[in-house]
């Protein structure tokens, strides 16, 4: 079993393979002059079973682009099986035709991602479940809401709990949430005017007095998020605290949510923190390398993944 770490971000897999107890394989990913990207790995990897650990994160094109070309070079050094561990994956807000004549582009990427030379797909909380049928290859999806139970036992403990969906399409998630938790259940409804500008219209359950957890599993922009936590502070909320899986947190999003009545929005490592994440008083990390790391021993050893959520 072999590790090997492109660039989006190092400092997960070095922890994963920390969890493992192995080192990184010696790899180069470097830029030429015009910012063509060439791999070199610089140990044999004949035979092996490798896992290449690579979120599609901003710079999205270059960091898919690494992660296609490190691929081929595995492919063509003899590499017995690829593992591509994509924490987050990019383009799967494109998972369906939003209008004429407009692409589907997570189906494109996952058909790139075969094609380079991938033999399995593990991933992290995709906005859409159905992505893992856009694959032509077994693709594992492991669910952060676990990993989030067990953080909000350790630090809401003996407060009155109810978990939120900021909207209606993410009933499901909150739901799986609230369960492990044994709270109840609350959801945004909202209309959105057009993309990346959210109304909330309606709170649909009884927030008055409660210390509310909204859940979602991509914070891009931080509007939605932002309005559903003062819809639910106007509805007498006690407090509202945030969970999500990938803060890509683009723009002023780390602002708007210091400005915002947010006490603490808590978001995985599975995309590299920006010096504005570290420094924001209001949002903190939880690492996914444990769960990372023991998908990766499963699915090495040919035993089962989904005992991981059990």
């Given at each position: 079993?072999k590790?090997?770490?492109?660039?989006?971000?190092?400092?997960?897999a070095?922890?994963?393979?920390?969890s493992?107890n192995?080192?990184?394989?010696?790899a180069?990913?470097?830029?030429?002059?015009?910012?063509?990207?060439?791999?070199?790995?610089q140990?044999?990897?004949?035979?092996?079973?490798?896992?290449?650990?690579?979120?599609?994160?901003?710079?999205?094109?270059d960091?898919?682009?690494?992660?296609?070309?490190?691929?081929?070079?595995l492919?063509r050094?003899?590499a017995?099986?690829?593992?591509a561990?994509?924490?987050?994956?990019?383009?799967?807000?494109?998972?369906?035709?939003?209008?004429?004549?407009?692409p589907?582009?997570?189906?494109?990427?996952?058909?790139?991602?075969?094609?380079?030379?991938a033999?399995?797909?593990?991933?992290?909380?995709?906005?859409?479940?159905q992505?893992?049928?856009?694959?032509?290859?077994?693709?594992d999806?492991?669910?952060?809401?676990?990993?989030?139970?067990?953080?909000i036992?350790?630090?809401?403990?003996?407060?009155?709990?109810?978990?939120?969906?900021p909207?209606?399409?993410?009933?499901?998630?909150a739901?799986?949430?609230?369960?492990?938790?044994?709270?109840?259940l609350?959801i945004?409804?909202?209309?959105?005017?057009?993309?990346?500008?959210s109304?909330?219209m309606?709170?649909?359950?009884d927030v008055?007095?409660?210390?509310?957890?909204?859940?979602?599993d991509?914070?891009?922009?931080?509007?939605t998020?932002?309005?559903?936590?003062?819809?639910?502070?106007?509805?007498?909320a006690?407090?509202?605290?945030?969970?999500?899986?990938?803060?890509?947190l683009?723009?002023?999003?780390?602002?708007?949510?210091?400005?915002?009545?947010?006490e603490m929005?808590?978001?995985?490592?599975?995309?590299?923190?920006?010096?504005?994440?570290?420094?924001?008083?209001?949002?903190?990390?939880?690492?996914?390398?444990?769960?990372?790391a023991?998908?990766?021993?499963?699915?090495?050893?040919?035993?089962?993944?989904?005992?991981?959520?059990?």
């Amino acid at each position: 079993m072999k590790i090997v770490a492109c660039n989006s971000n190092r400092p997960l897999a070095e922890a994963v393979a920390a969890s493992l107890n192995l080192p990184l394989t010696r790899a180069s990913v470097r830029r030429f002059a015009d910012m063509e990207i060439f791999v070199e790995i610089q140990e044999n990897v004949r035979g092996e079973d490798v896992f290449v650990i690579q979120s599609t994160c901003y710079p999205t094109n270059d960091n898919l682009m690494e992660l296609l070309i490190m691929l081929d070079a595995l492919r063509r050094g003899s590499a017995r099986r690829i593992t591509a561990v994509i924490p987050y994956f990019g383009y799967a807000r494109q998972d369906r035709k939003s209008g004429p004549r407009t692409p589907i582009s997570a189906k494109l990427v996952a058909n790139l991602i075969v094609e380079a030379g991938a033999n399995r797909v593990l991933t992290l909380d995709l906005h859409a479940g159905q992505i893992q049928g856009f694959f032509d290859i077994p693709v594992d999806n492991l669910f952060a809401a676990p990993l989030f139970a067990r953080d909000i036992k350790e630090r809401y403990a003996g407060r009155n709990l109810m978990v939120v969906s900021p909207d209606v399409g993410g009933v499901v998630r909150a739901r799986e949430l609230a369960k492990r938790l044994g709270v109840d259940l609350a959801i945004i409804d909202k209309r959105r005017e057009r993309a990346g500008v959210s109304e909330v219209m309606n709170v649909i359950g009884d927030v008055s007095g409660r210390d509310c957890i909204l859940i979602d599993d991509i914070i891009d922009s931080g509007g939605t998020l932002c309005n559903a936590a003062a819809a639910l502070i106007e509805h007498k909320a006690t407090s509202v605290s945030v969970y999500c899986t990938h803060g890509v947190l683009t723009g002023g999003a780390v602002a708007r949510i210091a400005a915002s009545p947010i006490e603490m929005m808590t978001i995985t490592d599975s995309i590299l923190a920006t010096e504005a994440v570290r420094l924001a008083a209001n949002v903190r990390q939880v690492t996914i390398a444990q769960l990372l790391a023991h998908a990766m021993r499963a699915i090495a050893e040919e035993s089962s993944v989904s005992s991981l959520f059990d």
